[in-house]
């Protein structure tokens, strides 16, 4: 697909733009309204491809649970193996689409792994992730992002409840949810490993004050969010903190988002995977 296409959905999902003028400057790079209609489902994400683990496993626990905030009850999902036991501990956390079934379903992965993993709906103060993906995207702009990052951070708090955690946490993060996952890093000194998947980096003047271990994840064609990697790295390595940084050739920003089938990249998606599930092993156990 045209570069210009993507990127323009880019801007669409993260400016935001409205959809009234994302559809028109679709049909004008594909040259008409009707072409535009047809490209529009090659970009838009499709939950029926989201459950590539099943809702109901029987090598799992799933339910959805509540937990307190400052800025109010949380609600999310958590999933964890049946087999007893103490698990290392993650917090999954989701695009600017909100909770929806692609990030429950990387939960489940997660804890088909051997983690507890827990799913927060960063829009549980403003009603819930709604059905409509267009109309979550429009409500992260009324969230408080001071009280959001200690609402993430008050999961941690809630995993340590658990019985079956071991006191070990880390989390990742995709898009919104890997810049959240950066700044969890820095506000909660009991993370241990934080793995942000394209997700913008935070000011330099705070990378000092980073506890977790860091997996960074980028794709070669997302250059809104490249754009910051050069500073974060050079901040990084004047601190001395501990991270990795991996780059994958020719991927798309979300490009492990199975549900998003023009920027989808399943071999990037499965090495990621692969090399998170690999860190946390080695942080988490």
Request: glycine share 6%.
């Amino acid at each position: 697909m045209d570069q210009r296409i993507i990127n323009l959905f880019d801007e669409y999902t993260h400016k935001p733009l409205s959809r009234e003028e994302f559809m028109r400057r679709l049909a004008t790079l594909t040259g008409s309204t009707a072409a535009a209609l047809s490209v529009l489902p090659l970009l838009e994400i499709n939950y029926a491809q989201a459950a590539t683990t099943p809702a109901q496993d029987d090598r799992l626990t799933t339910s959805y649970i509540s937990y307190p905030s400052e800025a109010g009850p949380m609600r999310a999902y958590i999933a964890r193996p049946k087999k007893q036991g103490r698990y290392g501990s993650v917090v999954v956390i989701h695009e600017n689409r909100g909770l929806n079934p692609h990030i429950e379903d990387v939960t489940r992965r997660a804890a088909l792994e051997g983690f507890v993993a827990l799913a927060p709906d960063a829009l549980s103060p403003v009603g819930g992730t709604p059905t409509d993906a267009d109309k979550a995207r429009d409500m992260f702009q009324q969230l408080d992002m001071p009280k959001t990052i200690a609402s993430f951070a008050s999961a941690f708090d809630y995993l340590g409840t658990q019985a079956d955690s071991n006191g070990k946490f880390g989390c990742v993060g995709f898009c919104w949810g890997g810049a959240m996952a950066n700044n969890l890093a820095i506000q909660v000194p009991n993370v241990l490993a934080a793995v942000a998947f394209y997700g913008r980096q935070p000011d330099a003047a705070d990378v000092p004050k980073i506890h977790a271990a860091l997996q960074l994840h980028y794709a070669e064609m997302d250059e809104r969010v490249n754009a910051g990697i050069a500073a974060y790295e050079e901040a990084l390595k004047k601190a001395g903190k501990t991270y990795q940084v991996y780059m994958y050739p020719g991927a798309q920003h979300a490009f492990h988002n199975d549900t998003a089938p023009t920027r989808y990249n399943a071999d990037a998606a499965k090495l990621a995977w692969k090399r998170t599930v690999d860190f946390f092993n080695e942080k988490l156990r």
